[in-house]
């Protein structure tokens, strides 16, 4: 197998992350959970020490200095992920505890005020639960209809079958970016394309696409779109939602409470311009800051170096990974340069349950994830009741995807002897 060349950006990047020194049952840890949360560098890991240090102050509120340097370094957070996103002003960036409360706020906010009785709502089977259960919610509040974007014989998104969903009845279009178990990188500029051409606004969940490419939500013309911290370097407990800004401004508030104001009486309140009138109560301040951290740090590093290595890297997996008997990998291959494709394989190995296959790596200091990965209908459609996944990040190496497959390859010689 062709190895990398070196110095590769593992190479350059692994001293950053203190995490990955360590071992796990006397093995050197090898991290392959990337989709489910990536790991964090020293400096957002500072980011997080330093506010509570030094700078330890609710926002927005006072007028003394800590207060000051937190609502700054709070804000400035804010811009770094509007220019992350190609964002027009940063206060179309709404801050989240995660995306799933992004895409709950867009769900109870605008959904509950636009949608009504026999309006349809497309998503996709593959979506994630946090996607699909808000707007099952929705739906049963208003008699809304939800639609299914299904799958192709590659196991992609079925853009013909779309067209045909997409009809006067259409209300909005919520899909994901790229999918956190097939690996494939949905065609969202044309979904986007062809359901503005009908007056209907699309949501791009992009949990899985934020921390791999580069984004430009003016280029996509989406008109929300969500993602979660802690899959981008991130700390855990901060998300975000952006929107265009009469959209956000046309909304109501999701939650009550202070900063979310700007006049208040007993029997009735105003609320505050975006991007505060989403954002009631105190924030999370810290997490805000270091979000802003590891946005910076991507940013130093390049979007789209990131994403030519781990397409590297991608292309390495799946040679070693057809080394592997009786392996079912689930979604479409990557191209031949291992772009194509998000860097994850979910797969399946015979009769041998995923959650013994990784158990069995967790003994050989590999982390993988096993289950349905929060997509129960996909496993369904794809006939499967779990499956395993390795998820990479620009900081894993092919050293370590040898690791894996040789511990795979043990784990599915073992349990092969007992079936």
Not at 37 to 64: C, E, F, I, M
Request: aromatic residues 8%.
């Amino acid at each position: 197998m062709t190895q990398l060349q070196t110095p590769t950006l593992a190479s350059q990047v692994r001293a950053d992350f203190p995490i990955l020194a360590q071992q796990i049952h006397g093995q050197p840890l090898v991290y392959l959970d990337n989709a489910a949360t990536s790991q964090k560098p020293r400096s957002v890991l500072d980011a997080l020490q330093d506010y509570y240090q030094t700078d330890n102050a609710n926002v927005h509120r006072g007028a003394h200095t800590l207060s000051a340097r937190a609502t700054d370094a709070y804000e400035g957070a804010r811009e770094k992920i509007a220019r992350f996103i190609n964002a027009p002003k940063p206060e179309q960036v709404i801050y989240t505890r995660n995306a799933s409360e992004a895409i709950n706020l867009v769900a109870y906010s605008w959904g509950m005020a636009n949608l009504t009785a026999g309006d349809e709502v497309i998503l996709t089977v593959m979506e994630h639960h946090s996607n699909l259960i808000p707007w099952q919610m929705v739906a049963q509040r208003t008699g809304a209809v939800l639609k299914f974007v299904g799958l192709t014989e590659r196991e992609e998104f079925d853009l013909d079958q779309f067209k045909t969903l997409l009809t006067a009845k259409t209300k909005l279009v919520s899909l994901v970016h790229a999918s956190n178990t097939l690996g494939c990188i949905n065609p969202v500029a044309e979904v986007i394309a062809l359901a503005h051409q009908q007056g209907v606004p699309v949501l791009v969940d992009a949990c899985q696409s934020a921390p791999h490419l580069a984004l430009d939500v003016q280029a996509l013309d989406c008109d929300w779109l969500v993602a979660s911290g802690h899959k981008m370097c991130g700390p855990t407990g901060i998300g975000f939602l952006y929107g265009k800004a009469a959209l956000l401004r046309s909304m109501p508030p999701f939650l009550g409470g202070g900063e979310m104001i700007a006049d208040v009486f007993l029997d009735h309140a105003t609320y505050a311009d975006i991007p505060h009138k989403f954002e009631a109560g105190t924030p999370a301040i810290a997490e805000a800051i270091a979000l802003g951290a590891a946005v910076d740090y991507l940013t130093h590093l390049g979007m789209d170096r990131i994403h030519a290595y781990e397409a590297e890297l991608t292309h390495y997996l799946f040679q070693r990974l057809a080394e592997v008997p009786t392996l079912r990998l689930y979604g479409p291959p990557p191209q031949a340069d291992g772009s194509g494709r998000a860097a994850l394989a979910a797969f399946t190995a015979g009769d041998v349950h995923p959650h013994d296959l990784s158990t069995i790596l967790d003994q050989a200091g590999v982390a993988i994830r096993a289950g349905h990965h929060c997509t129960q209908p996909l496993h369904r459609v794809i006939k499967a009741q779990s499956t395993a996944r390795v998820s990479l990040y620009f900081y894993n190496t092919t050293a370590e995807i040898d690791v894996f497959i040789a511990a795979l390859k043990e784990a599915v010689e073992f349990f092969g002897s007992i079936f």
